[in-house]
């Protein structure tokens, strides 16, 4: 059974940063690929960042590229979402998600090809 606890959210005013943190109980991280989703009320799920299996590729969602970056301690069966120059249009439930993959380098951007799920973290970004 896989498990994924995030942890990191909270509350911040606009321009502020925040790093989420999911920790996976898995016996070979690296066969995981990873993404971060989030939900405000009223909406639906949408990708933030994916990041590959090896941590060589990633991919960010427009609304977030080059405000946050997403990267992934192997050692740690940890998975990371920095996310700088914080919006109140950020402000929303983040899921960390994983999925096993049979190649390092792929990075998946659909919600539905994720097999496992964390119960989320709140992130409020206040004007």
């Known amino acids: 059974q896989v498990q994924l606890v995030e942890s990191g959210g909270g509350l911040v005013y606009a321009g502020g940063s925040l790093r989420l943190s999911c920790a996976a109980s898995?016996?070979?991280?690296?066969?995981?690929?990873m993404g971060w989703f989030r939900q405000a009320p009223g909406k639906e799920r949408e990708l933030v960042a994916a990041?590959?299996?090896?941590?060589?590729?990633?991919h960010f969602a427009d609304s977030v590229k080059g405000r946050f970056t997403v990267s992934r301690d192997t050692a740690a069966n940890t998975v990371f979402l920095q996310m700088n120059s914080l919006k109140p249009a950020d402000t929303a439930d983040y899921y960390c998600?994983?999925?096993?993959?049979?190649?390092?380098?792929?990075?998946?951007?659909?919600?539905?090809?994720?097999?496992?799920w964390g119960q989320g973290t709140q992130v409020t970004v206040s004007s």
């Open positions: 990041i590959s299996g090896g941590g060589t590729n990633t």
């Open positions: 898995v016996r070979t991280f690296s066969r995981y690929a």
């Open positions: 998600a994983a999925r096993t993959s049979p190649y390092s380098g792929i990075c998946y951007t659909d919600r539905y090809e994720y097999a496992y």
